[in-house]
């Protein structure tokens, strides 16, 4: 069974930054785009950021220049570097693999607030 085991979400101020990290099987993440959606209460789940395994990243608008997504290829493990954040940040983030299928993490709780 495939198994995304994320962590590093929490409460931070706004302006403030936080690491998530989704580690996966070997099997997984040597051929899977890997990254993160979020899906804040009431509204749709979008994607965040993601990875190829050629390290193509993609970017949604709202993060652009604030978060970076990296592999660590010797750990298995896909980090989303939060900076600068906002409360409109705010979600439950998932980190997840894509190939022909897909698999998802249980998703971390990330609230920005003062």
């Known amino acids: 069974q495939v198994q995304l085991v994320e962590s590093g979400g929490g409460l931070v101020q706004p302006g403030g930054s936080l690491r998530l990290s989704c580690s996966a099987s070997?099997?997984?993440?040597?051929?899977?785009?890997m990254g993160w959606y979020r899906q804040a209460p009431g509204k749709q789940r979008i994607l965040v950021a993601s990875?190829?395994?050629?390290?193509?990243?993609r970017y949604a608008d709202s993060v652009k220049g604030r978060f970076t997504i990296s592999r660590d290829t010797a750990k298995n493990t896909v980090y989303l570097q939060m900076n600068s954040l906002k409360p409109e940040d705010t979600a439950v983030y998932y980190c997840?693999?894509?190939?022909?299928?897909?698999?998802w993490g249980q998703g971390t709780q990330v609230t920005v607030s003062s």
């Open positions: 997840y693999a894509q190939r022909s299928d897909s698999f």
């Open positions: 070997r099997s997984i993440f040597d051929l899977y785009t």
């Open positions: 990875i190829t395994t050629a390290q193509s990243t």
